[in-house]
């Protein structure tokens, strides 16, 4: 799967239903009967949707830890917490659980994210906050993330 693209706001329904949006359909029309993961992130409260492929492919990866070390276990449980399998309904919304609306303080207005292989849905007021508190910073993180990546010769 390529790279997800784009920054949506939607409105999610007093039962937390919302409808994924068309661009992400259209980015995910393969993916969309194999349907999703709905998880907790672990860096913030908001929660990420994989496609089932992508969300199986990172879970083989998960499995290849010691079992008989305590903190594996530990990370393992922490990592499955709250996952639960999402698909979309006939008119195209996905249910965010109420364990996660609780977790990720989710109200009405909401932002879906794309993050690489995944969406992140967050609330809007969340979101802002943690684009407005992150943007000071990202000159240096981009440095100290990017800024070793020596370019392929001929490029």
Not at 6 to 21: F, I, N, Q, T
Not at 85 to 93: A, F, I, K, N
Not at 97 to 121: H, P, Q, W, Y
Request: one cysteine or more.
């Amino acid at each position: 799967m390529d790279s997800l693209f784009g920054v949506y706001e939607c409105s999610a329904d007093a039962k937390g239903r919302v409808m994924l949006p068309v661009a992400f359909k259209k980015q995910l029309a393969k993916q969309l009967k194999g349907g999703f993961v709905m998880k907790r992130s672990i860096f913030s409260k908001s929660l990420e949707l994989y496609p089932m492929a992508t969300w199986n492919e990172m879970v083989k990866e998960v499995n290849k830890l010691n079992k008989f070390v305590k903190k594996n276990v530990e990370f393992i449980r922490m990592f499955n917490y709250g996952v639960v399998p999402v698909e979309l309904d006939v008119s195209g919304r996905l249910l965010i659980s109420k364990d996660l609306i609780t977790f990720s303080g989710i109200n009405k207005n909401i932002v879906m994210a794309a993050a690489g292989d995944r969406i992140e849905i967050w609330d809007t007021k969340a979101y802002e906050k943690f684009i407005n508190d992150s943007t000071q910073d990202f000159e240096k993180l981009a440095e100290d993330v990017m800024g070793g990546i020596q370019p392929t010769p001929g490029e």
